[in-house]
């Protein structure tokens, strides 16, 4: 019996012990960043038409989107074949957006700020949710614009500057 009671006893234990770990390892201590992916497609013919290179089409694949954060910190994402671009970026930043071909600067995004449709090239991420989808973005007046504004998507105008 007193066996009995020492391999119920040992048992309890190393269950009680791993559930510690348990613990542990469900609630960890060091903090995640939480992130949303902004996506879109960039319409290449716009490119074309803008640069005059009608004669020479852009191929998608030269093109890279790249999200820089008021901290320095950068996301790119390259593009694929059909102009598709998915960046995840951080919540709690704020980024510019751009595209570049071969590593140029082909130019910087432009995001709708209010309700008056006043512009910048700033979108603060501040909310957690579904995938921004910026719809087809073109290549106008030296800036790409979505043709699905971020900011209405984020919840009442929390776009930012």
Do not use: H, W
Request: with cysteine.
């Amino acid at each position: 019996m007193r066996s009995l009671f020492k391999v119920i006893f040992v048992f309890a234990a190393a269950v009680i012990m791993g559930c510690g770990s348990a613990t542990e390892v469900g609630n960890p201590t060091s903090e995640i960043p939480t992130l949303r992916t902004i996506e879109g497609v960039i319409d290449v013919s716009t490119i074309e038409e803008a640069k005059s290179v009608a004669l020479q089409a852009v191929d998608p694949t030269t093109l890279t989107v790249v999200a820089t954060a008021t901290d320095g910190s950068v996301k790119e994402s390259m593009v694929d074949v059909d102009g598709f671009f998915a960046i995840d970026v951080e919540l709690g930043k704020t980024y510019s957006l751009e595209v570049l071909m071969q590593g140029e600067v082909v130019g910087p995004f432009s995001f709708e700020q209010d309700e008056m449709g006043n512009r910048a090239n700033r979108l603060q991420i501040t909310q957690r949710g579904s995938p921004i989808d910026m719809g087809q973005v073109r290549f106008q007046d030296g800036v790409f614009i979505p043709e699905n504004e971020p900011r209405r998507q984020m919840g009442n105008g929390s776009g930012g500057m």
